[in-house]
């Protein structure tokens, strides 16, 4: 809605966003419009706003045609590029009529959004040339798991106690595999030699139990790579106490206040103990292993079904076998997987039928359970050395997690 009290200031607003975006534009040895034509663009905007809706239909037409034609004549001349500030000036005329039309504030974020994305044109270049081939086809899978499946699925509950919702089972999937892709490109960024506090945090951010796997092969084949090895593990472990506080704060805001404080002591441990072992190998550097891509479809399937089934067991046994049945499904799950059997007693605590100091023991029980898993692993794969230090650092953690489990209120 038009607001005739401050016209004088939206054409200021729009002159000074106009004025910005040419004033990126003036840094270009060969460009169609600079500082001049961005203002008078973003003005003419606005003045069409003032004038009517019609105005700024018609006046959005000219633009384009005129940007059209700058174009066409600039490719013949044989000094045209691409299509950035034809398309750019477009854009600036919206922008410049949005003041007038009451959003003063939507104005100045998509105006300065757009001379921070002209500006950071070499940027991107160098992001596209660190990224290959299959590192997009990454990012374009986790699109079509957010943006195209998520939203036809149906948003209601159902089966057994009606604890299944096939479109927040999926959000829920689309949240982790968010947080596995955000550590994977940061792992294509940082690649090549890294000390292990990198290597250890990116790892507890794609797939603590991935490193593990790694890190104890590497083990087996070089002795030498044990120490390093272990604290790597370690740090990755601590990491997934991160991943979990993360993921009760979007499941069940309601109850991160009563978790918060009983992970933390335990992730407080962990920090400690990684802190402690990372100090005397701070100085080596090992090339970190090829991350697989986190997107497939086929795995978000398996982590959306494991899910499932923890959610349906956890609501059977509580009925069945009360809390000792829940912490036996706790340990169980645990093994593999410490997200879904968090995410599940998130939703259940969220909806009543947990209560709170339940959800944070069957959380901590699905950890211990999950660090058996993992020493299991470095057993079977890795090497004597690495076992036994890391049978150390997991032992100290699991007592010190059952320690919290009895004592903390």
């Not at 500030?85 to 003063?104: I, Q, R, S």
């Amino acid at each position: 809605m038009v607001t005739p009290a401050s016209p004088f200031v939206d054409l200021v607003i729009a002159l000074g966003l106009g004025l910005l975006v040419g004033l990126q534009r003036e840094t270009k040895p060969v460009t169609a419009a600079g500082l001049r034509t961005f203002a008078l663009v973003s003005v003419g905007g606005a003045t069409a706003a003032l004038i009517g809706e019609w105005v700024i239909a018609s006046g959005l037409l000219a633009v384009a045609i005129i940007a059209a034609v700058s174009h066409y004549a600039s490719s013949q001349r044989g000094d045209g590029g691409g299509l950035t500030t034809e398309v750019a000036l477009v854009a600036m005329f919206l922008v410049g009529a949005l003041p007038v039309l009451g959003h003063d504030r939507l104005a100045v974020v998509l105006g300065g959004g757009i001379a921070v994305l002209l500006q950071a044109k070499e940027r991107a270049r160098s992001i596209m040339e660190r990224l290959g081939t299959p590192d997009v086809r990454a990012i374009m899978q986790f699109a079509l798991l957010s943006l195209v499946i998520l939203p036809v699925l149906p948003n209601r509950d159902f089966g057994p106690w009606r604890v299944f919702n096939v479109f927040e089972i999926w959000l829920l999937v689309v949240l982790i595999v968010g947080i596995n892709l955000a550590g994977y490109i940061l792992y294509k960024f940082i690649r090549g030699d890294t000390g292990a506090l990198i290597s250890g945090l990116l790892g507890g951010v794609i797939s603590s139990t991935a490193t593990t796997v790694s890190y104890s092969r590497r083990a087996r084949q070089d002795e030498s790579a044990a120490p390093l090895g272990a604290v790597i593990v370690m740090i990755a472990t601590a990491v997934v106490l991160v991943r979990v506080l993360i993921e009760v704060a979007v499941v069940a805001p309601g109850l991160l206040g009563s978790v918060a404080v009983p992970i933390s002591i335990v992730l407080a441990v962990s920090v400690v103990l990684s802190l402690l072992v990372w100090w005397r190998v701070r100085g080596r550097v090992e090339e970190m292993p090829e991350q697989k891509n986190p997107t497939m479809l086929r795995a978000a399937l398996v982590f959306a079904a494991m899910y499932a089934v923890v959610l349906l067991a956890v609501e059977w046994v509580r009925e069945q076998a009360g809390t000792a049945g829940m912490y036996v499904v706790a340990a169980v799950a645990g093994l593999t997987d410490v997200d879904a059997i968090t995410l599940s007693t998130a939703k259940l605590s969220g909806a009543g039928h947990i209560d709170a100091s339940q959800a944070w023991r069957v959380i901590l029980i699905a950890f211990i359970s999950n660090l058996v898993f993992k020493a299991g692993i470095v057993a079977v794969a890795g090497s004597r050395q690495m076992l036994t230090r890391v049978l150390v650092l997991f032992g100290i953690l699991a007592a010190a997690s059952g320690a919290v489990i009895v004592l903390y209120p």
